[in-house]
T-cell receptor, first 112, second 113 residues
């Protein structure tokens, strides 16, 4: 049973377009929501993270939108570039421990 | 900036053999996490240590054990290896306190034949 549900599983976007990845969770004890980017054969690298008391956070071309009442959060990648092609994971951490629960991942391909 | 170091990067073992994976956290990080990632899957939390004590336990098989040493490096010991143990094993580290980001290492790719 996936505690963090991520969609879509794969995404193809044209260069310069907006990539949108969505995640939903059920556990109201989650209090920290990071997004990780992973290239093949590499470890996940933190992109951006948000806490439930904030509805939006922007860092460069990456924006997280957070809807606490709906228990949903999303990653927007503006002006998507071929170099953004990677697998993106949303994750969540509950207030009882430090372990991360990951979503299923989204494989993004940005076409030139 | 120094990153998490994992060794070996690749490991090939036979069924029923034993493997030891090592993780060296970022300097001044005192918390280490182990994750297992199967092909095309998301990372699954195995176990974590804070100040050499086990802090959280996830879906780690009884055949696996881990510990954190006085220099904060950690080792994941895997015995009676099975084909299904073939995966990428990531170590992540963070500094003390619940607010800190987990930084992942490059992973160890384990193949069990």
């Amino acid at each position: 049973q996936q505690q963090v549900k991520q969609s879509p599983q794969s995404l193809i976007v044209q260069k310069g377009g907006i990539s949108i990845i969505n995640c939903a969770y059920e556990n109201t004890a989650f209090d920290y929501f990071p997004w990780y980017q992973q290239f093949p054969g590499k470890g996940p690298a933190l992109l951006i993270a948000i806490r439930p008391d904030v509805s939006e956070k922007k860092e460069g071309r990456f924006t997280i939108s957070f809807n606490k009442s709906a228990k949903q959060f999303s990653l927007h990648i503006m002006d998507s570039q071929p170099g953004d092609s990677a697998t993106y994971f949303c994750a969540a951490r509950d207030n009882a421990g430090n372990m991360l629960t990951f979503g299923g991942g989204t494989r993004l391909m940005v076409k030139p | 900036a120094a990153g998490v170091i994992q060794s070996p990067r690749h490991l090939i073992k036979e069924k029923r053999e034993t493997a030891t994976l090592k993780c060296y956290p970022i300097p001044r990080h005192d918390t280490v996490y182990w994750y297992q990632q199967g092909p095309g899957q998301d990372p699954q939390f195995l176990i974590s240590f804070y100040e050499k004590m086990q802090s959280d336990k996830g879906s780690i098989p009884d055949r696996f054990s881990a510990q954190q040493f006085s220099d904060y490096h950690s080792e994941l010991n895997m015995s009676s290896l099975e084909l299904g143990d073939s995966a990428l094993y990531f170590c992540a580290s963070s500094s003390s306190g619940r607010e800190e980001t987990q930084y992942f290492g490059p992973g160890t790719r384990l193949l069990v034949l």
